[in-house]
């Protein structure tokens, strides 16, 4: 069964048909896990027992006739910061190395009521503050179309495991860029969502007017599947709004004649690579091909955005790592003698580099000396983004930009190496994250060295449908980015 060339609604339709059952899916894509992992590297927890008694639990209501949500018996998994009664949730770090929650996160209950087969837990940057998954505490991930890239983050074993046909769909979450920048680096599709539409209850936060959960897959279909499942109206979570429409129908929809925008200056940047660029130039000609009108916008807040996001994530994140001080939960010192020591101990020896970087970033920003000059600047610039942006939705229907600079960078090395500067990679999936609107990551093709090159499609708040009808519109015209596998047979 080659299931990773199926669409999720084949696989619920053979599920039902009982041409296959849910164990037979189950077993494959674990003899997948099998193959891949020691290379790949996606997980942080396998729950192999777990998913053969969903399986066959699926597989049971099945044989009684039930009718069942979409997603019933389909394998997937979950970034490691979305709580798991009972399953340990460690955000990748030694400081939560052990810790087994008692709740579930409300989009993982979302995902239990649909009896998806839940594979396990996946790796990421520790505390998803990083880009490459290289700040976790446990292992590297590793891009499945060549394993000494990085395959992006903080999502990347959401987005690697999808890659490498371990899981048929995943959840990250998304601050700056952590589902699309993965999702492009590994030829998949990544969804951020509009802030609001996913719960976010449940889910470890680094920077709460940032965060936001969304789904990976092979395809815009199966993207827009996913997405239907887990936009459900919270009403434990204050942000929380709920799915506008069927995903899914809307990918189907007329394409009609949307106006697409794409910035000069984002085109233009010396640092971004050519073939990177050539093939969003070849994406605005094909939209245009088929009744899009394509009009270059003038973006001005772009090189802001990123010293914007860098203090407003930071200053978010110190507040928010202030309760893991090794006497609440987490890792406590053995060494520690008082108090002091423990909170040092446990705070220095738990947690990483990067981490620990961004601490104190944030500390600096919000201290009375100069949360004026930097924090209150940033919020203020933040606010003009908001704006900007505001009007350029009331001109066009969505912006086609670069997600990345370049492809996959090679690992133990900093993105400048590979074209850009340390953090440069984020400056384009930054925007839709501080203007809290969607944005989704979509494959092109391979460039000359095999690997995935991704463009985003952004719009305004609640335009998901229209991004999946125009990314649908391209992956059908263009079909799915092979597998790993097939590239490098």
């Not at 609604?9 to 891949?36: H, N, P």
């Not at 930009?401 to 190496?417: F, I, M, R």
């Not at 930054?430 to 093709?445: C, E, I, N, W």
């Amino acid at each position: 069964m080659d299931y990773q060339k199926m669409q999720l609604t084949e696989i619920a339709d053979g599920l039902k048909r009982k041409e296959f059952s849910s164990r037979e899916l189950t077993q494959a894509v674990l003899s997948k896990i099998r193959d891949k992992e020691p290379q790949v590297g996606a997980y942080v927890t396998l729950t192999e027992e777990l998913a053969l008694e969903q399986a066959d639990r699926v597989d049971g209501l099945f044989s009684e006739g039930r009718t069942l949500p979409p997603l019933a018996g389909i394998p997937g998994a979950l970034k490691d910061n979305i709580a798991t009664r009972g399953i340990r949730t460690t955000n990748a770090s030694r400081m939560m190395e052990n810790f087994v929650p008692p709740y579930d996160a409300f989009v993982w209950r979302l995902l239990r009521q649909q009896e998806m087969v839940l594979m396990g837990k996946l790796n990421m940057d520790e505390f998803a503050m990083g880009h490459s998954t290289e700040t976790s505490a446990f292992h590297l991930t590793r891009n499945p179309y060549d394993l000494t890239r990085v395959p992006g983050g903080s999502s990347g074993g959401s987005a690697a495991a999808v890659a490498a046909g371990e899981a048929l769909f995943t959840l990250g979450t998304d601050t700056g860029g952590s589902i699309r920048q993965p999702a492009s680096l590994c030829g998949v599709v990544g969804m951020r969502p509009t802030y609001g539409l996913v719960s976010r209850r449940g889910v470890t936060s680094f920077s709460s007017s940032l965060d936001q959960v969304g789904p990976l897959t092979r395809s815009v279909r199966d993207n827009a599947l996913v997405l239907d499942a887990i936009s459900v109206r919270d009403r434990k979570d204050v942000h929380s709004v709920g799915g506008q429409e069927s995903y899914l129908a809307a990918a189907g929809q007329d394409f009609g004649r949307p106006v697409i925008g794409w910035p000069e200056s984002y085109f233009q940047s010396g640092d971004l690579n050519p073939q990177v660029r050539e093939y969003l130039e070849k994406a605005l000609h094909f939209y245009e091909s088929i009744g899009a009108r394509i009009v270059p916008v003038d973006l001005k807040t772009l090189d802001a955005s990123l010293s914007v996001y860098y203090i407003i994530s930071s200053a978010e994140g110190f507040s928010a790592m202030n309760r893991y001080d090794g006497v609440h939960y987490g890792y406590r010192d053995p060494e520690a003698e008082n108090l002091e020591e423990v909170y040092t101990g446990s705070r220095s020896k738990g947690l990483g580099r990067e981490v620990k970087q961004r601490i104190l970033l944030g500390s600096f920003a919000l201290s009375e000396e100069h949360y004026r000059d930097y924090y209150l600047k940033a919020a203020r610039v933040r606010t003009l983004i908001i704006e900007e942006y505001k009007e350029v939705f009331g001109t066009i229907d969505a912006l086609l930009t670069p997600v990345t600079a370049t492809p996959a960078w090679p690992l133990g090395t900093l993105p400048q190496e590979a074209g850009g500067g340390k953090y440069s990679n984020d400056r384009f999936t930054l925007p839709p994250s501080l203007t809290g609107l969607p944005a989704l990551a979509l494959p092109l093709g391979l460039s000359s060295d095999g690997l995935p090159v991704g463009m985003q499609l952004s719009g305004d708040r609640f335009s998901e449908g229209l991004l999946y009808r125009l990314a649908a519109a391209y992956e059908d015209a263009h079909g799915l980015l092979p597998a790993p596998q097939e590239v490098n047979a």
